[in-house]
């Protein structure tokens, strides 16, 4: 029987977060959900919250945080972690960040790789479930016209089911020290290929139009983002869009031992569970 633990989520209501807590408890352990708007409250610019979040933890799930300063606190959070003595950290970081050498994601990797304490890292793709709870692609969806950036480009969207699964195992299990697990789905599929899925699901007609990089953008910031996130993602658009994120990863397989979750399975527990209304953001 596992002995049951104390844990810290951070990013506790966002889409990865919640689905991390509640797994844990599941398996019994004890879970500080942290976030500004969690049972435990945690802000990343306010060092006061960080103590009661991270004393008496055993394990912290890391959530990224974009500093609107530049000054990406994750270092100074995770020493204090270390020194707290927390034993495991896992981190949520992003498969194009580090093909795409993103300055910001391979230095938050570096940071956990050399804690000094256990560590996993978690490189998902696009979630599958942006089509439900994140705006730019939910909202599409729900009113029929599904615009993006992508073209042609095909992506394996990745169920944040999955995502959460192997966050779950590698925050309890030493067996997942010192990995990198990169995670997708198991197929890869263009926006109109996910929408005809959904579309079929539902039985509610989705039109997808694509648009190129300047409309898009505008399109972006005038509906959901400042022009910051906008720029974000704009650029993970265009890498699908060029076909170089299609490839498939078996972070899943390595350490689940089973195949990823298919896109059509997503839809079908979303039509099932809630069905198709609109989401607030949900990082993370």
Request: charged share 25%; aromatic share 8%.
């Amino acid at each position: 029987m596992t002995t049951p633990q104390t844990i810290t989520v951070l990013g506790a209501t966002g889409k990865t977060g919640r689905r991390v807590s509640a797994r844990l408890k599941e398996r019994g352990h004890r879970v500080r959900a942290a976030s500004r708007r969690g049972s435990s409250r945690f802000d990343w610019e306010d060092e006061s919250t960080w103590s009661d979040v991270i004393d008496g933890t055993t394990a912290i799930y890391l959530v990224p945080y974009e500093a609107p300063t530049g000054q990406d606190p994750t270092e100074a959070f995770v020493d204090r972690a270390v020194r707290a003595g927390v034993r495991r950290l896992v981190l949520l970081s992003a498969r194009e960040w580090i093909d795409t050498h993103l300055v910001e994601g391979l230095e938050r990797e570096e940071v956990v790789r050399g804690s000094g304490t256990g560590w996993t890292i978690l490189r998902p793709v696009w979630f599958a479930q942006n089509f439900s709870e994140e705006p730019f692609l939910a909202r599409g969806v729900i009113d029929g016209d599904l615009v993006h950036g992508t073209g042609e480009g095909a992506h394996p969207f990745v169920d944040v089911e999955d995502i959460a699964s192997v966050a779950a195992a590698a925050l309890t299990d030493d067996r997942h020290h010192a990995r990198h697990y990169s995670l997708s789905g198991p197929r890869a599929l263009t926006v109109p290929d996910a929408a005809a899925i959904i579309s079929k699901a539902t039985g509610r007609p989705i039109s997808t139009r694509f648009l190129e990089e300047d409309a898009y953008r505008a399109h972006l910031v005038e509906h959901y983002y400042p022009p910051g996130t906008a720029d974000g993602v704009l650029a993970l658009s265009a890498l699908v869009r060029r076909g170089e994120d299609a490839h498939l990863s078996d972070g899943v397989q390595r350490a689940l031992g089973r195949e990823p979750r298919d896109f059509a399975d997503y839809v079908e527990d979303t039509v099932r569970n809630q069905g198709w209304g609109p989401h607030p953001l949900r990082p993370g």
